[in-house]
């Protein structure tokens, strides 16, 4: 799991990536403005830095810079300008991408992968997941229970996949169908 920071002084947008990056798999951490995403990204094991440009108390580009000085940690700047100058000048100081708003949930997550993959944090995903006793080997699709090996059908593995990436999140049965069965599933909504 990757933890990331989101820093933006818009709190809508700071709860609506929250809880759409946490349903994706990652573990976030927020701040509103550019002094708070300093202290969480240098006291936390941040992979990856959402951050807004324009914020009260410190910029984005120069929080950007503050934490840039203490940890090597990607950075994805968002902003409301879309002028190229705008984007030129946040990927000169150090950025490694821009995106203006608004945006879609499914470009950021897909920009998000790259930069992770571009900058080699994939290689530190664990494999395996375990929560009160229940592991389950994501390579090998595996799964334990107290030590006692479980059989599950690869829809069953999918779906304790998706409920353990996702504990203490209330997922909706359409999610569940949806993510799991795919979106032309056909049969009856029982299923899960």
């Known amino acids: 799991m990757y933890n990331i920071l989101v820093c933006d002084d818009e709190r809508d947008i700071t709860d609506a990536l929250k809880i759409y ?3 994706e798999g990652y573990k976030v951490y927020t701040a509103f403005n550019g002094q708070e995403a300093v202290d969480v990204a240098l006291k936390e094991d941040i992979q990856l830095v959402i951050m807004d440009i324009m914020m ?3 910029d984005g580009m120069t929080a950007m810079t503050k934490i840039r000085e203490e940890k090597n940690v990607p950075v994805i700047m968002l902003t409301a300008k879309g002028e190229d100058t705008d984007k030129i000048l946040g990927l000169t100081v150090g950025a ?7 945006f879609g949930m499914m470009e950021l997550v897909s920009r998000i992968k790259a930069v992770l993959r571009r900058t080699g944090r994939t290689k530190t995903v664990t494999s395996e997941l375990e929560i009160n ?3 389950i080997d994501l390579k090998k699709h595996e799964v334990t229970a107290d030590g006692k090996t479980i059989v599950l059908t690869l829809k069953e593995f999918e779906l304790l996949e998706k409920l353990m990436k996702n504990q203490n999140i209330v997922l909706t049965r359409d999610q569940l169908l949806t993510d799991i069965w795919g979106y032309d599933f056909d049969g009856e909504t029982r299923t899960v």
């Open 21 to 23: 990056l946490t349903t």
């Open 56 to 58: 009260p108390v410190m």
């Open 96 to 102: 490694d991408d821009y995106v203006t708003k608004p």
């Open 133 to 135: 006793g229940v592991k």
